[in-house]
């Protein structure tokens, strides 16, 4: 059952995000059930989602462990929001958060901080649905887990947690999300580093496999998720994790175009 986290220190706006996040996700199954099939990918909610109502902070650092997939958070004021909000950033790399704004201009000044989106009180129904479509897109570009060829077998990781891929003097790296669970258990890690993984696949083949679900080849010697970058220019790009990788001249439109594209897909235009 997918887990949809709601810290809040208002007893009457909890009561408001509950009620109208029942009736945003009534609408959405309803919407499945007209259009006879689910998102295409199911996304990462389903029928069996629910609200679970946080006592603490901590209790959402925890469930975000496998089994929360985004967090609703209101705190008393704005101010008091974002600090919480970049203190769980900083335990739980990769948590989505949901920042709740009480007036107008709380939404601008939420927008230098990396929500996953923005809710009005006031158009709580409105705004939560709209959240639902949105985790439901980014379903569907992205499935949950992959596989790799590795050197004593395969390596199973969640696609989500990808950065990029190297080509490392005739060796593929798989670089991964700092803190990542995928790897915990994983067979073909000897010769690893921290937050990497070898594969016995090649980086066109690797390509090959993950084109289609929002990777590009930014250079000869790296494909990035693109669900990772945070900034593009014309000879590099940041990723979220603050490292920076070159982009071959030649390749800088065509990768521009993917992540334009990607962008769009994902809702975040």
């Given at each position: 059952m997918s887990l949809v986290g709601l810290y809040c220190e208002s007893g009457e706006l909890l009561q408001e995000i509950e009620t109208a996040f029942n009736m945003a996700r009534l609408k959405s199954l309803c919407r499945e059930q007209k259009e006879g099939s689910p998102p295409p990918g199911g996304?990462?909610?389903d029928g069996n989602c629910r609200l679970q109502v946080l006592e603490s902070l901590e209790e959402g650092g925890q469930l975000w462990q496998g089994q929360?997939?985004?967090l609703i958070l209101a705190c008393g004021t704005a101010e008091k929001t974002f600090a919480a909000a970049?203190?769980?950033?900083?335990?739980?790399?990769?948590?989505?958060?949901?920042?709740?704004?009480?007036?107008?201009?709380?939404?601008?000044?939420?927008l230098p901080?990396?929500?996953f989106h923005v809710i009005r009180d006031f158009a709580l129904e409105q705004d939560l649905g709209a959240v639902l479509?949105?985790?439901?897109?980014a379903g569907s570009l992205l499935p949950r887990w992959c596989a790799f060829q590795g050197?004593?077998?395969?390596?199973?990781v969640r696609l989500k947690e990808i950065l990029y891929l190297e080509s490392d003097r005739h060796e593929i790296r798989v670089h991964m999300e700092e803190n990542r669970t995928s790897l915990r258990d994983a067979p073909g890690e000897q010769g690893a580093r921290a937050g990497a993984f070898l594969t016995v696949e090649t980086l066109a083949q690797c390509e090959e496999k993950l084109r289609a679900f929002g990777f590009a080849r930014i250079h000869k010697?790296?494909?990035v998720n693109l669900y990772h970058v945070a900034k593009l220019e014309k000879d590099r790009l940041a990723l979220d994790s603050g490292r920076q990788l070159y982009i071959s001249r030649h390749r800088y439109p065509e990768v521009k175009l993917q992540f334009e594209s990607y962008i769009r897909h994902m809702g975040f235009l």
């Open positions: 996304g990462d909610i929360m997939f985004f970049e203190g769980l950033w900083e335990k739980t790399p990769g948590l989505s958060i949901v920042c709740v704004a009480r007036r107008p201009e709380e939404v601008f000044a939420a901080y990396p929500f479509s949105k985790i439901e897109r050197k004593d077998g395969l390596v199973r010697s790296f494909l």
